[in-house]
């Protein structure tokens, strides 16, 4: 096993019982790193080069890449069916649109145990976007409803500066426990009508640091996928969460560019 060089100290946002705490944590260079595996530390570097030639463009990302992601997901995870119905795009235009649409600079793993209950009833109770995922994927809500088995994918890609302001870092799922974390619940996102449970993570135990891992230099023909629910592991109590939290990269220095990137997550269906 390669391990990781240090790429930098840097201060993240934890989630305490007092509010957000500011902690400085040691962050790998994930990219000399030969043992990640989404499967066993929930997230990974791939290469994966699209055939969308503007990234602002939401019609070209529907058309193109979320039938991209689709394959790319179906490869990975060996699921019956995959679902994509919508992407997020963070920028500065779109930070304007609303808040959520900025980096997120505190520690957190998307869903909770609930998710896959509450991405059901999404789907039963669907919008046009959903609709036209499930079309896409020739399947019902129902076909969801009645999955054996939910795992959700993300693909995260950086579409702008290889050096920006807020990058992305993750924590490898085998040294966050449950205790680590505790549900903080989300009425809505962006202005949307969907509520779920999202986990915020807590400092960890002195001596038992988080292993934390960049991938610098990121350029848009590889991606991050990373694990956020997987009900067969929720259903263990097996870690399928991934904590993750932008960062300010102190290698970047203080005029560098905002960071431009985008996110599609896959809902991975088994029969």
Same mark, same amino acid.
């Given at each position: 096993?390669?391990?990781?060089?240090?790429?930098?100290?840097?201060?993240?946002?934890?989630?305490?019982?007092?509010?957000?705490?500011?902690?400085?944590?040691?962050?790998?260079?994930?990219?000399?790193?030969?043992?990640?595996?989404?499967?066993?530390?929930?997230?990974?570097?791939?290469? +994966?080069?699209?055939?969308?030639?503007?990234?602002?463009?939401?019609?070209?990302?529907?058309?193109?890449?979320?039938?991209?992601?689709?394959?790319?997901?179906?490869?990975? &995870?060996?699921?019956?069916?995959?679902?994509? &119905?919508?992407?997020?795009?963070?920028?500065?235009?779109?930070?304007?649109? +609303?808040?959520?649409?900025?980096?997120?600079?505190?520690? +957190?793993?998307?869903?909770?145990?609930?998710?896959?209950?509450?991405?059901?009833?999404?789907?039963?109770?669907?919008?046009?976007?959903?609709?036209?995922?499930?079309?896409?994927?020739?399947?019902?809500?129902?076909?969801?409803?009645?999955?054996?088995?939910?795992?959700?994918?993300?693909?995260?890609?950086?579409?702008?500066?290889?050096?920006?302001?807020?990058?992305?870092?993750?924590?490898?799922?085998? &040294?966050?426990?449950?205790?680590?974390?505790?549900?903080? +619940?989300?009425?809505?996102?962006?202005?949307?009508?969907?509520?779920?449970?999202?986990?915020?993570?807590?400092?960890?135990?002195?001596?038992?640091?988080?292993?934390? !891992?960049?991938?610098?230099?990121?350029?848009?023909?590889?991606?991050?996928?990373?694990?956020?629910?997987?009900?067969?592991?929720?259903?263990?109590?097996?870690?399928?969460?991934?904590?993750?939290?932008?960062?300010?990269?102190?290698?970047?220095?203080?005029?560098?560019?905002?960071?431009?990137?985008?996110?599609?997550?896959?809902?991975?269906? !088994?029969?």
């Amino acid at each position: 096993m390669n391990m990781a060089a240090e790429y930098c100290y840097a201060p993240v946002n934890y989630m305490s019982g007092v509010g957000i705490q500011a902690v400085e944590v040691p962050i790998a260079n994930g990219r000399e790193a030969d043992f990640l595996d989404w499967h066993i530390n929930g997230f990974e570097l791939i290469k +994966h080069c699209s055939e969308v030639t503007d990234w602002d463009n939401a019609a070209q990302v529907r058309a193109v890449h979320y039938p991209e992601m689709v394959a790319l997901a179906k490869t990975l &995870s060996g699921a019956d069916h995959v679902l994509v &119905s919508s992407h997020i795009c963070r920028n500065p235009e779109r930070a304007d649109v +609303h808040a959520d649409y900025a980096p997120i600079q505190y520690v +957190h793993s998307d869903f909770a145990d609930d998710y896959g209950k509450r991405l059901a009833q999404l789907y039963r109770h669907g919008n046009a976007d959903t609709k036209a995922a499930l079309d896409a994927a020739g399947i019902t809500a129902e076909d969801v409803v009645g999955a054996k088995r939910l795992l959700i994918l993300q693909f995260w890609r950086n579409v702008g500066p290889t050096t920006p302001d807020l990058p992305i870092a993750f924590i490898d799922a085998q &040294s966050v426990s449950k205790a680590d974390m505790h549900q903080v +619940h989300v009425p809505n996102y962006a202005g949307g009508d969907f509520a779920f449970d999202t986990l915020g993570v807590t400092p960890p135990p002195s001596g038992q640091p988080h292993g934390w !891992y960049v991938f610098p230099n990121m350029h848009d023909d590889e991606v991050v996928v990373f694990r956020t629910f997987d009900s067969a592991m929720a259903a263990k109590g097996e870690p399928y969460w991934t904590p993750h939290s932008a960062f300010e990269d102190p290698h970047a220095g203080p005029t560098a560019p905002p960071r431009r990137s985008i996110e599609v997550r896959a809902t991975c269906l !088994y029969s």
